[in-house]
T-cell receptor, first 109, second 112 residues
Framework: AQRVTQPEKLLSVFKGAPVELKCNYS??????LFWYVQYSRQRLQLLLR??SRESIKGFTADLNKGETSFHLKKPFAQEEDSAMYYC???????????FGKGTKLTVNP | KAGVTQTPRYLIKTRGQQVTLSCSPI?????VSWYQQTPGQGLQFLFE???????NKGNFPGRFSGRQFSNSRSEMNVSTLELGDSALYLC???????????FGPGTRLTVL
C-alpha cells in the first residue's frame, strides 16, 4: 500500500530563515512525488513535481529513494509562503493521488 | 481559461438523505478525479473518470458513486448520508489523466 507521512502538522519560522517541510513515503515501485500548496481562501494547487526537477517560488524538493523522502526546502522563507503544504504520491500509470495530512507553515515577520 | 468549477459550494443535508455534487472540468480536460477532505483523514481519493469510464476507485463504500458525461462534466452521488460524510469534496481535472491535476474550490457538505 502507498502511504505518505508528513511528520509536522505545524511549522513556524521567521522571515528570511531556511525552511524544510518533511515528507516520507512508502511504496515499493517507482512513484511520482508532488508538493501541493493551499494558500488561505485559495484552491489547492500544484507547487512542484519531482520529475520536473525545477524550482518554483524558490522551493526545491529532491527525491531520495534510499531514504524514501521528498522534503521541500527553501533557503529564505517569505511571509507569502505561509500556507498548507501537502506532499502527494502517485504510482506510475494511475491517476490516484495519495496525500499526506499536510503541514501548516507560518512565516513570521 | 476558466478553472474547475464545482456546484453547489455549500450543502446541508440530514442523515439518510442523498446528495449529488457536480464538477465541470477545465475545457479540454477529459479526466476528473474526486477527493474527500476531512480534518481526521485528510485528503482521500474517491474515484477517477476518463471518457465516461471509471478508471480508478478508492476505498469508499458503495454509497459513494459517480459518473461522467460526454462533455467531461462529472457528478458524484452519496446515498443514505451518514454524519461522517460531512467533508469538503474536491474534484480535480487533467488533460488525459497523466498530467497536472487542477483542483476546484470544493463543495462543503454538512450532514446533520
Amino acid at each position: 500500500a502507498q502511504r505518505v507521512t508528513q511528520p509536522e502538522k505545524l511549522l513556524s519560522v521567521f522571515k528570511g530563515a531556511p525552511v524544510e517541510l518533511k515528507c516520507n513515503y512508502s511504496y515499493s515501485g517507482s512513484p511520482e512525488l508532488f508538493w501541493y500548496v493551499q494558500y488561505s481562501r485559495q484552491r489547492l494547487q500544484l507547487l512542484l513535481r519531482h520529475i520536473s526537477r525545477e524550482s518554483i517560488k524558490g522551493f526545491t524538493a529532491d527525491l531520495n529513494k534510499g531514504e524514501t523522502s521528498f522534503h521541500l526546502k527553501k533557503p529564505f522563507a517569505q511571509e507569502e509562503d505561509s500556507a498548507m503544504y501537502y506532499c502527494a504520491l502517485k504510482r506510475s500509470g494511475s491517476e490516484k493521488l495519495v496525500f499526506g495530512k499536510g503541514t501548516k507553515l507560518t512565516v513570521n515577520p | 481559461k476558466a478553472g474547475v468549477t464545482q456546484t453547489p459550494r455549500y450543502l446541508i443535508k440530514t442523515r439518510g438523505q442523498q446528495v449529488t455534487l457536480s464538477c465541470s472540468p477545465i475545457s479540454g480536460h477529459r479526466s476528473v478525479s474526486w477527493y474527500q477532505q476531512t480534518p481526521g483523514q485528510g485528503l482521500q481519493f474517491l474515484f477517477e473518470y476518463f471518457s465516461e469510464t471509471q478508471r480508478n476507485k478508492g476505498n469508499f463504500p458503495g454509497r459513494f458513486s459517480g459518473r461522467q458525461f460526454s462533455n467531461s462534466r462529472s457528478e458524484m452521488n452519496v446515498s443514505t448520508l451518514e454524519l461522517g460524510d460531512s467533508a469538503l469534496y474536491l474534484c480535480a481535472s487533467s488533460l488525459d489523466g497523466h498530467n497536472e491535476q487542477f483542483f476546484g474550490p470544493g463543495t462543503r457538505l454538512t450532514v446533520l
